[in-house]
């Protein structure tokens, strides 16, 4: 069994920023990529950014500069920092996380993601 809690959404003004946080816990074995992805009213869900576990970061065209991931291995977390937040950026953020867990037969890899966290930018 595996839980994400995310934290760190919230109400913010244009210009300004946020970090959110997403913490894996349970029968986790090792955790491979971890990502950032959002869901706008009315749009499909998108990437907003990954990181391997060594450490690549990737991030969506627009969002570049602004965000920037990172992890902490040891807690199993994952964070996203959010500068110079835009209206455009509101949004449910989920992150996504693929995690190694020992099952009865060996080693499985399986994908899991957080319940969401809102995102609302003001002009």
């Known amino acids: 069994q595996v839980q994400l809690v995310e934290s760190g959404g919230g109400l913010v003004q244009a210009g300004g920023s946020l970090r959110l946080s997403c913490a894996a816990s349970?029968?986790?074995?090792?955790?491979?990529?971890m990502a950032w992805y959002r869901q706008a009213p009315g749009k499909q869900r998108e990437v907003v950014a990954t990181?391997?576990?060594?450490?690549?970061?990737n991030y969506a065209d627009s969002v570049k500069g602004r965000f920037t991931i990172s992890r902490d291995n040891a807690k199993n977390t994952v964070y996203l920092q959010m500068n110079s937040l835009k209206p455009e950026d509101t949004a449910v953020y989920y992150c996504?996380?693929?995690?190694?867990?020992?099952?009865?037969?060996?080693?499985?890899?399986?994908?899991?993601w957080g319940k969401g966290t809102l995102v609302t930018v003001s002009s």
């Open positions: 349970g029968s986790i074995f090792s955790i491979n990529d």
């Open positions: 990181i391997t576990r060594g450490g690549t970061t």
């Open positions: 996504n996380v693929e995690i190694i867990v020992v099952v009865t037969t060996g080693f499985d890899t399986m994908d899991y």
